[in-house]
């Protein structure tokens, strides 16, 4: 035993010959705020069921604080599942729909005192005790998600089991939901498992992020080493905006390759001197000037984004490579233009996409 709050251990789920799920082994510790990453149809909500009960793995055990769940019902294993759609009863308050998991629980529906109090306090952790009288249809969005989470809390559950639980809000409102669940994770130090497909959310939310594709986790880590060190192209791709440009590239053995005519020292392997690899090069890890490692070009685009501009070079690499400038003044479609990396941001994968 791991002394982990979750465990999944070599869990598949399979819906006939279609494998959502494939040997997912993974311990989360107590307190973590999970991520779990990747694009539509990967398997995140599926993993989410699997814990919460409402879906049965087709092999491999899963465990909450030690014990085996398998073949617990849902409302045994005391996991609070909050949705993208808030799950909301229209014809009920705000206050009976936050004491609805209380009512199901016998004793608890006896002590109406008791059942006010914990409604009060759930209601008070997500800021919407002015609203217990309205309906759900009387309020935003935002209160709506707030309204969801209160329902959640009031279980005071194990674990906190979320998907997509901001995707219905818009950008603004989303952003202030982040930062309040964020917060509101610090408080209650609850275990959290949070699927998204937003690598905005991941980073700015995560303890740890698991990215994956095809049901097949990618790689486990913080939001800085997933970022810094992507085990390969597809991790390195999904994250970052505008995404890590990925050119063929060769060897020139020990630290450094080669990518059109450009040689770039690197801290990654390089494997044997001429062998074809796949250099990476994230854009907003560009600079402006440096010594080495330069890749200089034909400006063939320009996009101003406000806080900076990210600059398409032309180049005698094989792909079109983009940069981020916090200054783009210089630049000028038509015109040459060159970045600087440190060996350090020079990516290097093998032709399978592995890092090297
Ligand atoms: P999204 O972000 O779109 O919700 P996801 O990563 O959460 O995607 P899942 O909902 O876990 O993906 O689904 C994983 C795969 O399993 C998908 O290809 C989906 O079509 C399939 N799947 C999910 N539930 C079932 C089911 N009940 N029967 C058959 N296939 C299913």
Redesign the pocket.
Known sequence: MTGAAIEFRSVCKA?GD?Q?VRDLDLAIPKREFLVLL?P???????ILKLLAGIEDPTSGEIFVNGSLVNYLLPRDRNVAMVFQNYALYPHMSVARNIAYPLKSRKGEARNRAMVHEKVLQAANLVEISDQLEKRPEALSGGQRQRVALARALVRDPEVFAMD?PLSNLDAQLRDAMRQHLTALHRRVGKVTIY?T?DQHEAMTMADRIVV?KD?VVQQVGTPREVFNAPTNTFVAGFLGNPKMNIGPGISLGRDSVRIGEFDLKTNCGTGPKGAPLLVGLRPTDARHEGGSNCIQGTVTALEYTGADTVVTLSTSASVDLRFRHTNASSCTEGKTAAFFYAAEHVHVFDQEGRRM
């Open positions: 819906y279609f959502a990747g539509s149809g990967c398997g995140k909500s599926t997509e699927v497909h994956l049901g």
